[in-house]
């Protein structure tokens, strides 16, 4: 792969005005940053689930701010990126160099807008509706390939169908975003019927979107059925830069949350600086002496753990640059860091197992969402399959019109109803499933 094909300011849907950069104060992959955080979309993450419920008293993480401390650490590795193309000249428009940290950014902006609500559970709960529940009747009315996009829902391939899918009403290409973005969100390249992955990158409606994308960045493939490309090399730093936020931060909001305590945050946290020289040290040192609040110790910690982390992540993608160039690099950034820091990673992962991930308070959101998620699916579904029902017709009236099937395929019906669920919030789902159930009533405005 060549960076000047990779980087491209072509706009999905937009093709025919062509790759140029207007003299103004924004470049074209600025634009998709700011397009993406000016979204409804983008907003509707603050209502989102990331690990914790959604906070009360003790403010956590939720998707939007997860997503935002992504797109920053994106940046930094972008950047990182065009300074060593830079000085190699492998770039030859200086503006395209410039315009790498902008394109991790805006993809990192994007990456989970594709998230169902109930964090990763959701996921799960579609699925399982599918593969599980009511709606694993549905499988004889489509093709295995179809099939599939449902019982591997997955929220990655979710998030580049609802910025380049053309929904009723709105215009073509989606978000219109520039296809060097549209790839570096896209982390599993490849089809539901690929059936060694367990991943899905794009579902059957955008596989031609997909081909045209990466056949304009010279993305190379792998095989035409079932559809499997490479990586487009940028993707590796959107991942690294997730990878490094939610492990890392899910420690501190356990610490606030009081699941862990003080002793235990700060041995899983300087753990990441067992190996470091005598002068971070006693940089630490000093700076825990000056700093008496406990939580500000404990950011000042993960703060210096996430530069670590992304100085580590930059260095895998370095040493293995050829590899991804071409294609064949397998794996994350972060599973190939130096020993030291990934003893340390394996410490968090373990402990976010036992005591985080299955802490009551988060294993009462993901039973919850499973509830509210497979039940409004199936309202939703039952009320597709049978329209002119008179609950039918009522139930439908609450699918916004960008949403509601017309005279469609049942894939396409039931992907509407996907489309609906997946696009609401934690709330917004509670407050619906129970007027549907009854449990409450609606109020008079």
């Not at 990763?120 to 694993?136: Q, R, T």
């Not at 006693?282 to 993960?302: C, N, W």
Request: aromatic fraction near 10%; include cysteine; proline fraction near 3%.
């Amino acid at each position: 792969m060549e960076w000047n094909r990779l980087l491209s300011a072509r706009r999905l849907g937009l093709e025919s005005r062509g790759e140029v950069f207007p003299d103004e104060d924004r470049s074209q992959f600025q634009r998709d940053y700011d397009r993406i955080i000016f979204s409804a979309a983008f907003r509707r993450m603050q209502n989102k689930t990331q690990v914790f419920p959604l906070p009360g008293r003790i403010f956590v993480h939720n998707r939007l701010t997860h997503t935002l401390e992504v797109a920053s650490v994106g940046r930094s590795l972008g950047n990182r990126l065009a300074e060593m193309l830079f000085r190699r000249n492998e770039l030859n428009d200086p503006e395209m160099v410039t315009a790498i940290g902008s394109v991790v950014s805006a993809a990192c902006l994007a990456h989970d807008m594709g998230n169902p609500p109930f964090g990763h559970s959701g996921e799960s709960a579609i699925s399982s509706y599918f593969l599980n529940g009511a709606g694993k009747a549905l499988e004889s009315g489509m093709t295995v390939a179809e099939w599939n996009d449902f019982t591997r829902f997955d929220g990655n391939a979710n998030a580049f169908r609802l910025l380049s899918h053309a929904f009723n009403g709105k215009r073509e290409g989606g978000f219109a975003l520039t296809y060097s973005t549209l790839a570096s969100i896209v982390k599993y390249p490849f089809e539901s019927t690929a059936a060694t992955r367990s991943k899905v990158g794009f579902f059957q409606t955008e596989k031609e979107t997909w081909r045209k994308i990466a056949g304009e960045l010279d993305i190379p493939q792998f095989s035409g059925d079932p559809m499997v490309y490479a990586r487009h090399p940028l993707v590796y730093l959107v991942e690294a830069a997730d990878d490094i936020c939610y492990q890392v931060m899910d420690v501190e909001d356990a610490f606030r949350l009081g699941i862990l305590s003080y002793d235990e945050t700060v041995g899983l946290l300087m753990e990441f600086h067992r190996h470091s020289d005598k002068h971070t040290h006693e940089y630490l040192s000093e700076t825990r002496k000056q700093v008496t609040d406990l939580h500000e110790q404990v950011g000042h910690l993960r703060a210096g753990i996430i530069g670590k982390l992304a100085g580590a992540c930059f260095n895998v993608f370095v040493e293995h640059y050829d590899e991804i160039m071409a294609g064949g690099f397998k794996g994350s950034l972060m599973k190939g860091i130096d020993p030291g820091l990934a003893a340390a990673m394996k410490q968090v992962q373990q402990v976010s197992v036992s005591r985080i991930y299955n802490h009551r308070s988060v294993v009462e959101i993901e039973i919850a969402g499973y509830k509210i998620i497979g039940t409004l699916m199936d309202e939703f579904c039952q009320a597709i399959l049978h329209p002119s029902d008179t609950l039918s017709e009522k139930v439908l009236t609450l699918m916004p019109a960008q949403y509601r099937p017309l005279n469609a395929s049942l894939y396409a019906r039931v992907q509407a109803v996907v489309d609906f669920i997946s696009g609401m919030t934690d709330v917004y789902a509670l407050d619906l499933y129970r007027k549907i159930k009854g449990i409450s009533l609606p109020e008079i405005v």
